[in-house]
């Protein structure tokens, strides 16, 4: 991983600088909406298919069902969370 030394970032213009400040916090929103979906991925996985051997590369009703149950039901509560937050 290489990183950028403060005196290289000084000896660039100020639009130069905004550039990369607005790269760097696109790429942290991507990797955090990444990190909240593997996260989803390992906890749905889980509660959908922990007692359930997995026969078939194909997801059956029932499965579609309760992964896309799993998932909406965690996405409404940061929905609801980020929301009383916000209010606060």
């Excluded at 660039?12 to 760097?24: A, G, H, P, V």
């Amino acid at each position: 991983m290489s990183t950028i030394s403060p005196s290289a970032l000084a000896s660039l213009d100020e639009q130069s600088r905004n550039e990369i400040k607005e790269f760097l916090e696109t790429e942290n929103q991507k990797s955090r909406v990444q990190s909240q979906i593997h996260f989803y991925n390992n906890l749905c996985f889980g509660k959908c298919f922990a007692d359930k051997p997995i026969t078939s590369g194909h997801l059956d009703a029932a499965e579609e069902s309760c992964l896309r149950n799993c998932v909406n039901r965690y996405l409404d509560l940061n929905v609801k969370v980020v929301g009383a937050l916000q209010g606060q």
